[in-house]
């Protein structure tokens, strides 16, 4: 058997200059995992804020509370990043009321569960602004950081 010269290979294997082939091959790594895991705290943070219970079951009477508690997003990650990681914004629906909540979003809106939808000016106008204010969920409404809350959590007043 008669043998060539033997192969050789004085470097590594050539990946060629394509922008494709030098792409990063791990976009989702730790960072995402990590993610997850602030995720699941937010959510059983608000779970505990909220008592465990479905935050519509009293909003919403005529729809049956069903299924598992889910966290629910009050204003869409797509509308703020970053927002699904803020438990300020994640409230606990259970199944029946988190698919009530998608299906009638104008409804949803006033009982406080969600903003109104993006271009939607039908209550706008009839509510008033003090009534948004005035209750805690809608609050959610002024994306950013106008959040209305008083940052009064520990009393201070009577000690
Ligand atoms: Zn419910």
Redesign the pocket.
């Known amino acids: 058997m008669k043998r060539g010269e033997p192969l050789k290979r004085n470097k590594g294997l050539d990946r060629g200059t394509s922008e494709l082939k030098r792409t990063r091959l791990q976009p989702m790594s730790k960072k995402r995992r990590s993610e997850a895991a602030e995720r699941r705290a937010v959510v059983a943070e608000a779970h505990a804020r909220d008592g465990g219970r ?4 009293d909003l ?1 009477p005529h ?4 299924g598992p508690l889910d966290g629910d997003e009050i204003v869409k990650r797509s509308a703020r990043p970053g927002g699904h990681l803020d438990a300020a914004n994640v409230q606990g ?6 698919s009530w909540k998608d299906d009638h979003p104008i409804d949803a809106a006033r009982v406080g569960l969600r903003p109104f939808p993006v271009g939607y000016m039908g209550d706008r106008t009839v509510t008033t602004s003090s009534h948004v204010t005035s209750c805690p969920r809608t609050g959610a409404n002024d994306v950013g950081d106008t959040f209305t809350h008083d940052g009064d959590d520990t009393p201070h007043g009577s000690t």
């Open positions: 479905c935050v519509a079951a919403v729809v049956t509370c069903w629906l259970c199944r029946a009321h988190h």
